[in-house]
């Protein structure tokens, strides 16, 4: 190859074959992301490729190693100063992707790794996209998980291509898809392994066959009549989940393409418009926001040396088991130990369905299962980098697996409780090294729970709780450093919600009413609903770990009851509410309650407030952003609110403030 013209972002070089190749290379960055400069950069090279005549065509290829283009710079979302500034940009940047789908010779789009966002608009305004078939890429149009939705012509090029109701599906989600997944919904032209993949690209250049155009019904779904049906039931559907007041990006979309379809320059022109508008919403604000507490869990202990190869985890229950099927499934040896061999087997069985459901090619999954060994002797102990512990909640019992833990490992492996809420100080009393022990509390289901609490007791080694948190990112979830106190943060601030929730039953307010004003206030599930996912045995177990710290921890009597009737909730098919064999909920009879929503809600949510603030006031995490991030990502508080101690900002609360009478 040889080099052309060069740009600070960019770079162009010629191959023997007649083709152009465009490296993207953001310089001073780990990752491709676009923003204006870049953007001012591409305009100029594709009028290099619009006035070249001596190659065949061009392919856009990434100059980093990991991945092709991670969407645009979100940290422009705040340098709008204001809506007219937002849209006359994202006008500018449809401009350019027009001039690139314009162009004459044809360009491919090779695409390794994530092609997200404005890295996907990117390559549909490409002739063709060709992208490597493996696990690490994936692609999609999340812009909408930061309350806006695609403004540099994704929601026009997208239901152009492959028709409207896969599009949506994707556009409406956030969700990204793999290569394969692309090729067979038809907006790649072809998956390939990473080998094949520059003689793919080379190949669409070369050759240049028909470009992918939608079929013909793909087709009847962006005409007008079609559009209004489809846009009720788009809207419908979203209903479900979402409601526009919190999350009006994904309505918008709806709205602008049953309005003005796909063909022509107005779709693109209302789609900058409405971006431009949701830049400056408070939902698109804090999601933002959240966004940056995302990064910065993930940039903890970045710097730590840490290479566990061997997992070892003891308690095959629910937790235990989906922990080490979850540290298979990313990668390590897992020994997975408990007293008998019937208790491992429904952890292995849990195991293969989570690959299945994941992986769908057989030996990715025979893979994943190779790397998960039942350990019935425990012989795997010694061997570990890491052994972590997931039995009951019962100090004794903890203690006496830690010190024969202790005897047999390997001195420079860690040793890791899953304990939800005993305090790592009562664990490690029983060791010769209490440095060594660090908590690594994983929420229940492990395979979608983003958020681990990482827990550090007043004796545990600063180092090894850096370790634990390098882990944890090394399993792709979010580490949240807390000190160990009883319930740590998560348990600590849900507890006395769940338990006001069922302390309002108790007063004679119906379940469906408490759960619906909480889902109103933005929350994923209602407490009554969320009591019953997480176990009332565990609600129980935990309530009365806390009221030995805190007594004035109230419990009910109605879950006491629920527990000895053996009514435990979605796992025994009846709690609070009735569940078929499936873990659908039963609909309940419907109550009338007439009374303000608004009224249960503040009351309920004070509470939680009111122990973020003891959270923060004891030292549980290090600041109120920290909080924020626990609740978002390990309970799933209405993120559009920016957690709960961003919320109490906006009230203009400060402090503990007296729970409302309703």
């Known amino acids: 190859m040889s080099k052309m013209q060069t740009y600070k972002h960019w770079r162009i070089e010629s191959s023997v074959d007649e083709i152009l190749w465009v490296y993207f290379d953001k310089q001073n960055a780990s990752a491709n992301t676009i923003d204006k400069e870049v953007m001012e950069e591409f305009s100029l090279i594709i009028d290099v490729l619009s006035g070249d005549k001596n190659h065949k065509g061009a ?78 890429t994936r692609l999609g149009l999340p812009e909408v998980n930061l309350g806006v939705h695609p403004g540099w012509g994704g929601t026009v090029r997208l239901p152009r291509l492959i028709g409207a109701p896969e599009a949506m599906n994707l556009i409406l989600s956030g969700h990204t898809v793999t290569g394969k997944v692309a090729a067979k919904l038809g907006f790649v032209d072809a998956a390939v392994p990473k080998r094949h993949l520059v003689t793919a690209a080379k190949y669409y250049v070369l050759q240049h066959p028909k470009r992918h155009e939608a079929t013909l019904l793909q087709n009847l779904t962006n005409a007008k009549g079609v559009r209004t049906v489809l846009a009720q039931y788009f809207r419908h559907t979203l209903r479900k989940k979402v409601s526009p007041l919190h999350y009006p990006s994904r309505f918008d979309v709806v709205a602008n393409w049953e309005r003005f379809g796909v063909r022509g320059e107005e779709p693109f022109e209302k789609e900058a418009r409405s971006c431009g508008k949701l830049f400056f919403s408070d939902t698109a604000e804090n999601l933002v926001r959240i966004f940056y507490l995302q990064e910065r869990l993930k940039g903890l202990a970045k710097d730590t040396q840490f290479s566990p190869q061997h997992i070892h985890v003891i308690g095959a229950g629910t937790m235990g088991g989906d922990i080490a099927a979850w540290c298979a499934f990313q990668g390590f040896q897992v020994t997975l130990q408990d007293r008998e061999a019937k208790m491992l087997a429904p952890a292995i069985k849990r195991a293969y369905k989570l690959c299945k459901d994941k992986l769908k090619e057989p030996y990715l999954i025979q893979k994943v299962m190779d790397r998960l060994t039942p350990d019935v002797e425990g012989y795997g102990m010694s061997r570990a980098d890491v052994i972590i512990e997931a039995i009951y909640e019962d100090l004794t019992a903890k203690q006496e697996l830690f010190k024969k833990a202790e005897s047999l490992a390997k001195p420079e492996a860690i040793l890791a409780t899953n304990t939800s809420s005993i305090p790592l100080d009562e664990i490690n009393t029983v060791l010769k090294n209490p440095g060594r022990l660090v908590g690594i509390h994983f929420f229940n289901p492990v395979a979608k729970m983003q958020l681990v609490e990482v827990v550090q007791g007043s004796r545990t080694d600063p180092s090894v709780a850096n370790k634990a948190i390098s882990f944890v990112r090394k399993l792709d979830k979010l580490p949240l450093p807390v000190k160990s106190s009883p319930g740590f943060l998560v348990n600590r601030i849900l507890m006395p919600y769940l338990l006001e929730a069922v302390h309002l039953l108790d007063q004679g307010i119906p379940m469906t009413a408490i759960d619906k004003a909480m889902l109103e206030f933005g929350m994923p599930m209602g407490p009554i609903t969320l009591a019953d996912t997480v176990g009332l045995d565990i609600c129980l177990s935990v309530a009365k770990h806390l009221q030995q710290y805190f007594p004035g921890t109230e419990i009910p009597q109605k879950l006491v009851t629920l527990v000895e009737q053996g009514k435990l909730g979605r796992k025994t098919g009846e709690g609070f509410y009735r569940y078929k064999k499936d873990g659908t909920q039963i609909k309940p009879s419907n109550v009338d309650y007439a009374k303000p929503l608004q009224d249960i809600s503040e009351r309920l949510v004070t509470c939680m407030l009111n122990e973020a603030f003891a959270c923060l006031h004891e030292g549980v995490v290090t600041d109120a952003d920290l909080i924020d991030a626990g609740m978002i990502f390990g309970t799933g508080f209405a993120p559009f609110r920016g957690g709960p101690m961003h919320y109490a900002k906006t009230l203009g609360i400060k402090e503990n403030v007296e729970v409302p009478a309703i």
Do not use: T, W
């Open 59 to 136: 392919i856009i290829a990434s100059g980093k190693k990991n991945g092709f283009i991670a969407g645009a710079d979100i940290a422009q979302f705040s340098k709008f100063k204001d809506i007219d500034e937002a849209v006359s940009l994202l006008r500018e940047g449809q401009a350019i992707f027009s001039k690139l789908e314009a162009l004459r010779m044809p360009v491919v789009a090779m695409i390794e790794g994530f092609c997200v966002g404005g890295g996907l608009e990117l390559a549909l305004a490409c002739h063709y996209r060709v992208a490597e078939d493996g696990p690490k």
